[in-house]
């Protein structure tokens, strides 16, 4: 796909306000990334208006493709790779007061 969350969020998103309540980490997954990108553009656009500052974070799929065909080890393989890239912000989140987003859509 030429247009997705993900390079939108990377090239395209400004944040519109200079102070925030909130910070959220929005996690994409695939389907949301390919599929639904307008829906996860409205839903920033949205969390912004209600006064959060959304962040992205670069991760891997979510693995839900994976599990739907039964193939439990490679989406557990991807669940501990997610969880590896978000154990840092979730340790900071809890000292900081910062909400994570996870399969928002």
């Given amino acids: 796909h030429a247009f997705t969350l993900e390079k939108w969020m990377r090239n395209k998103y400004k944040s519109p306000l200079k ?3 909130k910070q959220v980490y929005i996690f994409i997954d695939e389907f949301t990334n390919y599929n639904d990108v307008t ?3 409205k839903a920033v656009e949205l969390l912004n208006k209600l006064g959060y500052e959304v962040k992205y974070v670069p991760h891997v799929e979510s693995g839900r493709t994976y599990l739907s065909k039964g193939l439990l080890k490679v989406a557990q ?3 501990k790779r997610n969880v590896a890239i978000f154990s840092k912000l979730i340790t900071i989140s809890l ?9 928002l859509f």
């Fill in 19 to 21: 102070s925030y309540l």
């Fill in 39 to 41: 829906i996860g553009i």
């Fill in 77 to 79: 393989q991807l669940a």
């Fill in 95 to 103: 000292l900081k007061n910062v909400t994570l987003l996870f399969d």
